[in-house]
């Protein structure tokens, strides 16, 4: 592994402050490395999937914090258990499909075998072939089980930790962030399908771009087009006080033309020339009953939660290197939907994603600034809109957010 104890020169940052945020923290090897064993590693809780995803005993789904594989299992008591999907003796997969039951997991490799809970329960040849070769007498098995996670969940959405001395989930939210999943998980989950996106740029773009609500009527032209999120409308910006977490949120404004900010900005997406050949797109229940159309909430490091209308998305962002990012969408709704809602979530979930009507050019855009990374050593970006503090505001023309991303971050990396 490469040395990651020279990372404070390698990718220094210019004063005390969360405005001025150096390009290299995108591109830095070093920093890489230090963010999967400080941050993915350490004391965070980091998404695995949803409690209906392994409903039965010895349901399993494998997954990720930071890029380093685990296993989730509902062991044989019905308790959700987690660990390293990497077999102790040779360091091979040890799961290899997505979802799967399993009474135990063997390793094709040397056949070692795992219970529910990461035990090791049986080495092939451990005695040797006729009375020669196998283990030493002193092998035992009890010290060669897998990597534990600390498992926590929260109406159905399953987090998991390496650090044993990770904070509580509730306390790690705060109680505005555990209010807002609640407000979008109220009742039993059904999972409506999958996605993967790859994207080639660094995590930390991605996840920067979803807490920033100040783009999306400028970038995304469907948004302003067809007034699903204008900044002139109500909404505002909720920062917990570690800054990592944030919930962006607007309700529909049903008011026809533009506004005057708008107007006198010209921007492309600003326009009454477009319309929808299937206005029921844009249709929805008011199923929360808050009015509330519009909601991107965060959890640090990397989950995104989604309501746009009625379309319902957990995204987990996946790091798989310093300039490659994996983001896995689940589209869910509730057990108790009826066939109308049901299909109004799936036609809906065109909405988001990388060919969908309005977040395809999310990834475009942060390949763009990867791309443009090199010559940039010593450079930083301007995060200014909004102030310069992290704190919650009802002005969603804003990065504080983004700040209390980086609030969070140079906490946890110690830079």
Not at 7 to 25: C, E, H, I, M, R
Not at 140 to 164: K, M, T
Not at 174 to 183: A, N, S
């Amino acid at each position: 592994m490469s040395d990651t104890s020279s990372y404070k020169a390698t990718a220094f940052w210019p004063n005390d402050g969360l405005t001025d945020v150096p390009y290299n923290l995108y591109d830095d090897e070093a920093i890489y490395l230090r963010e999967r064993e400080r941050l993915f590693m350490g004391p965070t809780w980091n998404v695995l999937g949803l409690e209906c995803e392994v409903p039965n005993p010895g349901d399993y789904k494998t997954s990720f914090i930071g890029d380093v594989p685990v296993v989730l299992v509902r062991a044989k008591d019905g308790t959700l258990r987690g660990f390293e999907n990497r077999c102790a003796h040779r360091g091979a997969l040890l799961c290899l499909e997505r979802f799967g039951n399993a009474r135990a997991f063997t390793c094709v490799y040397h056949a070692w075998s795992y219970d529910h809970d990461g035990n090791l329960t049986g080495v092939a040849f451990q005695n040797g072939v006729k009375g020669e070769g196998g283990m030493p007498d002193d092998f035992r098995r009890e010290d060669h089980g897998l990597r534990r996670l600390q498992i926590a969940s929260l109406s159905g959405l399953v987090f998991g930790s390496f650090d044993p001395a990770v904070p509580p989930l509730a306390d790690y939210l705060g109680p505005d962030i555990v209010g807002r999943i609640r407000r979008v998980l109220p009742k039993p989950l059904k999972v409506l399908g999958y996605y993967t996106q790859t994207m080639r740029n660094n995590w930390k773009l991605y996840f920067e771009n979803v807490k920033d609500p100040y783009h999306a009527s400028i970038l995304h032209l469907f948004f302003t087009t067809f007034r699903l999120n204008r900044l002139s409308q109500k909404g505002g910006i909720i920062v917990d006080d570690s800054g990592g977490h944030h919930v962006s949120y607007s309700k529909l404004d049903e008011k026809p033309g533009g506004d005057g900010d708008y107007n006198s900005a010209e921007l492309r997406a600003d326009t009454d020339e477009f319309g929808l050949k299937a206005p029921a797109l844009l249709g929805g229940r008011d199923e929360f009953d808050d009015g509330i159309t519009l909601q991107i909430l965060t959890v640090f490091p990397g989950l995104v939660l989604q309501q746009v209308r009625n379309s319902l998305v957990v995204r987990q962002i996946v790091p798989r290197g310093v300039d490659r990012t994996d983001v896995v969408w689940t589209n869910y709704g509730f057990a108790d939907d009826d066939e109308e809602l049901a299909d109004l979530r799936l036609l809906q979930a065109n909405f988001i994603g990388p060919a969908g009507y309005i977040s395809m050019e999310d990834g475009a855009v942060v390949a763009m600034i990867q791309r443009a990374l090199p010559g940039t050593k010593g450079d930083t970006s301007v995060v200014k809109m909004g102030g310069d503090g992290t704190a919650s505001q009802e002005s969603r023309a804003t990065e504080t957010s983004i700040r209390g991303f980086w609030k969070a971050y140079r906490k946890i990396m110690d830079i």
